[in-house]
């Protein structure tokens, strides 16, 4: 057992040692998460114009983090403009699915499409997403849906 001045040099060398370690371990810890979050997006379908001339498109998908990923820190955005068509109705829906994976579940209702000559329309949206640690990533789907026949 370490007595005397020696005795206590040698504890508050190890003490220095260990503040030391504890010190560099959480520089580490901080400074460890640059990778942005993982966004990842259902392929786009073609969907038909109905005879209303409303076309009603699904979008999901699911955003990923390794550390954590809060809700609260994804939005979702209709980015594009959609053509011929106009916005009659939009939904989003974000779930939280345990500490690192948000559900994404909406859809949008395109209308007018018919009263164009190409019976077409784009529809995009924009998926931005900040992880914990500040990491930001975007993501983006864009489809075209059309028309085989006229609606009448």
């Known amino acids: 057992m370490a007595t005397g001045w020696n005795g206590m040099r040698r504890i508050y060398g190890w003490l220095t040692v260990c ?8 520089l580490v810890a901080v400074g460890e998460d640059t990778t942005p979050p993982e966004i990842t997006l259902s392929n786009p379908d ?10 009603t498109i699904p979008f999901s998908g699911y955003v990923t983090d390794d550390t954590c990923i809060n809700a609260d820190d994804v939005t979702v955005s209709r980015k594009c403009e959609v053509g011929v068509a106009t916005y009659a109705d939009w939904t989003v829906t974000k779930r939280q699915n345990g500490d690192k994976r948000v559900d994404i579940e909406g859809s949008v ?20 997403a900040t992880d914990c640690a500040g990491n930001n990533r975007l993501g983006a789907r864009t489809s075209t849906y059309t028309t085989t026949s006229l609606p009448w």
């Open 19 to 26: 503040a030391l370690l504890l010190m560099l371990g959480g």
């Open 46 to 55: 073609s969907y038909y114009v109905d005879g209303a001339c409303q076309v």
């Open 109 to 128: 209702t395109l209308s007018d499409i018919c009263d164009h000559v190409y019976y077409n329309a784009e529809f995009c949206i924009e998926v931005s």
